[in-house]
């Protein structure tokens, strides 16, 4: 399996961000990291071993990012607003930098799919949502998609327009609608088990059944817990079975 790891300064975070790349052809898949991890964490955790045989066998190339949660929403130390800005900052380097270096480094049509596991869940799910004219597809593990859940109280517009459960429930327009609705992968898994939240899941899929956009919801059972072996096992069947 090839891995390479790139960076470079980020005109939207004002910083270094660096990515890795695995494998050599297929759709782009891109990972988001959980809480307060970095771009090397689906990779120490054996995640990316898990996904080796569809990485080998040009399924897909996966594409690794950091988060900056610790310099947002889990920074305590840093005003609330100034953490809704650092998150929208964010949002534009994955949409102005990130996917126009997975073009170069696949093809101008190469599928982009996004995926994450707990926080990084609600991120994906935030993207692709909001950019569903980039990136054609989600899987969400284990995630909350209600942004409150993380600011300790604080509620801005950056806020409502970064928590999927607050902004989907009032969407009309019907083009970005449409853009959504077309996807065929809108994923969304969780466990039953220690930590998990199941009842996150059922209630933003109920929201999505009530704009018509097709999902799918998979309830895991109880012996499947809020971590890593979850998602080791979650991830490769779907990407198996779905994909």
């Known amino acids: 399996m090839e891995r390479v790891l790139s960076s470079w300064y980020s005109p939207s975070l004002h910083k270094e961000m660096p990515i890795a790349m695995y494998g050599h052809y297929g759709f782009a898949l891109l990972l988001v990291p959980t809480a307060a991890a970095d771009y090397l964490e689906y990779e120490r955790f054996q995640l990316i071993d898990a996904l080796q045989p569809h990485i080998d ?28 800005i650092r998150h929208q900052q964010w949002n534009d380097y994955v949409f102005h930098e990130v996917v126009p270096f997975i073009r170069t480094h696949t093809s101008s049509d ?51 327009f970064n928590s999927p459960i607050h902004y989907m429930a009032n969407l009309t327009d019907h083009s970005i609608l449409e853009q959504i609705r077309k996807s065929r992968h809108i994923h969304i898994l969780s466990g039953r088990g220690a930590y998990e939240d199941p009842g996150a899941s059922g209630r933003f899929a109920r929201l999505l059944y009530d704009k018509g956009i097709q999902y799918e919801l998979d309830l895991w059972g109880q012996e499947w817990p809020h971590d890593w072996n979850t998602w080791r096992n979650m991830l490769p069947q779907y990407l198996s079975t779905r994909f």
């Not at 869940?121 to 004219?133: E, G, I």
């Not at 990136?135 to 409502?160: N, P």
Request: glycine share 8%; hydrophobic share 35%.
């Open 57 to 84: 066998s040009g399924q897909l190339k996966v594409f690794s990012i950091d988060s900056i949660n610790r310099e947002s929403w889990m920074n305590d130390h840093m005003d609330p607003r100034h953490k809704s």
């Open 110 to 160: 190469t599928p982009i799919f996004v995926c994450g596991a707990s926080f990084g869940a609600l991120h994906s799910m935030n993207l692709f949502l909001k950019r569903p004219d980039l990136i054609q597809g989600v899987i969400a593990m284990s995630g909350v998609y209600d942004l409150t859940e993380y600011t300790k109280g604080y509620f801005d517009d950056d806020v409502y």
